[in-house]
């Protein structure tokens, strides 16, 4: 079977510059919060051209954070795509907020702005609930429309979070989501485009008030610059406000800063594959992927779209060739979030789309060799 993600790969390329880094931990002993962790997350900030970046212990909590120090909560509405990873839905009801669910734009499969803009002036009419923020996706890695969706949130009021767990490293004209997003997340979960080897996360944002709540909230409300008087106490055991615990362990900042010096280059490596699965398959699926224009993906995942998708599936589990189906079924109509409101005309884009998505293998160091035995068994499926 050929790998879905080959992540041994990138290991082989990098291993003696891995080894030299946990190394360089288990020296120090530094295990919680220690110098890597500060160096990670100004070389996070760095790499995106602004902001001030944070990290946390996954890029769920990285949703969680903002959320909590913008003290969102009961009666407040906060707006998604349903076409996600539950993490993008799942922190909403965490802090006592409503998910309201949001259709995708038919070829990004990004959140339509139009669709938000609907939802938005629907929820504030009806006058139950108030509208305060939306979590926008970077879907298989390209960036959502910022530019509309931001206008949209300017006129509404409300906070934009751009969910980038699998997008981070991706730009739309040349700029990173935090151009436009008031907070940026990601997560380090070993499968994604900049993973660690184990859970990771990050938020990144602009206000350097914002940046210290989260802090405080990461280490259990712990007082940060602006909380009240110390009286010579240890801070550490004075709580300003209730939070979490939600470190980015140290050993996984050392790795993460050997694989961000290599992200940028990985970035171009998943670019070459992309274009050759659709120069291979553009003529026999319903669609490749259709990135927004001036828009770079960082290739999370790829995508294709097939009538018989089930059938194409199995074929190429036949021929060794793994595929994965992301996502099977939209989150509104899952148990736990189908009671949740939906914005007005409902998610038959979102529907339609779970029925037809197939994930081939996708990472940097696929060979054109093993890419064109992937693209000969699709090729050669008839159905
Ligand atoms: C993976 C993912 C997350 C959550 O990241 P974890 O690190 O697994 O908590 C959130 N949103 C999206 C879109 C994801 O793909």
């Known amino acids: 079977m050929i790998p879905f993600i080959d992540l041994a790969a990138q290991q082989a390329r990098i291993r003696p510059a891995l080894d030299a880094a946990i190394a360089r931990v288990l020296a120090h002993g530094a295990y919680v919060m220690g110098p890597e962790v500060r160096e990670l997350e100004t070389r996070l900030a760095a790499f995106c051209g602004a902001g001030r970046a944070l990290s946390c212990a996954n890029g ?3 949703l969680a954070l903002p959320l ?6 009961a009666g407040d509405a906060v707006f998604c795509p ?13 802090t006592g907020a409503t998910p309201v669910f949001v259709d995708i734009l038919p070829d990004t499969f990004n959140l339509d702005p139009a669709a938000l803009e609907a939802a938005i002036e629907a929820t504030a009419a009806e006058g139950r609930l108030r509208p305060a923020a939306v979590i926008a996706v970077d879907l298989f890695g390209q960036p959502a429309d910022y530019p ?3 206008a949209v949130c300017r006129r509404h009021g409300l906070k934009l979070i751009a969910d980038s767990a699998q997008g981070f490293g991706c730009t739309l004209h040349g700029q990173h989501p935090i151009a436009w997003a008031d907070v940026v997340t990601t997560s380090f979960f070993p499968a994604k485009p900049l993973g660690c080897y184990g859970d990771g996360g990050a938020v990144l944002c602009t206000d350097d008030l914002l940046w210290d709540r989260m802090d405080s909230l ?3 409300g712990k007082a940060v610059a602006g909380d009240a008087s110390l009286d010579g ?3 550490k055991y004075l709580n300003a406000r209730i939070g979490m615990n939600s470190r980015l362990d140290t050993i996984q900042a050392a790795i993460l800063l050997e694989k961000l010096a290599i992200f940028a280059e990985e970035i171009l490596l998943r670019q070459a594959v992309a274009d050759r699965y659709a ?3 553009a003529d026999v699926c319903l669609s490749v992927p259709a990135v927004i224009a001036g828009g770079v993906s960082t290739w999370a995942q790829y995508v294709i779209e097939h009538r018989d998708r089930d059938g194409l599936a199995a074929h190429l589990r036949a021929a060794g060739v793994p595929t994965a189906v992301y996502y099977p079924v939209p989150m509104h109509l899952q148990g736990p979030y189908a009671a949740f409101p939906r914005g007005p005309g409902g998610l038959p884009v979102s529907e339609a789309r779970a029925k037809t998505v197939l994930a081939l293998p996708m990472h940097p160091y696929l060979t054109p060799e093993v890419q064109d035995r992937i693209i000969d068994a699709v090729r050669g499926f008839n159905g």
């Open 279 to 281: 120069a291979g398959l």
């Open 148 to 150: 509309a969706l931001a």
């Open 60 to 62: 769920t909590d990285a």
């Open 68 to 73: 909590m120090a913008w003290e969102i909560g």
């Open 82 to 94: 349903s076409f996600t990873f539950a993490a993008t839905p799942e922190v909403i009801p965490w």
């Open 218 to 220: 990461r280490v259990h």
């Open 233 to 235: 106490h240890d801070p």
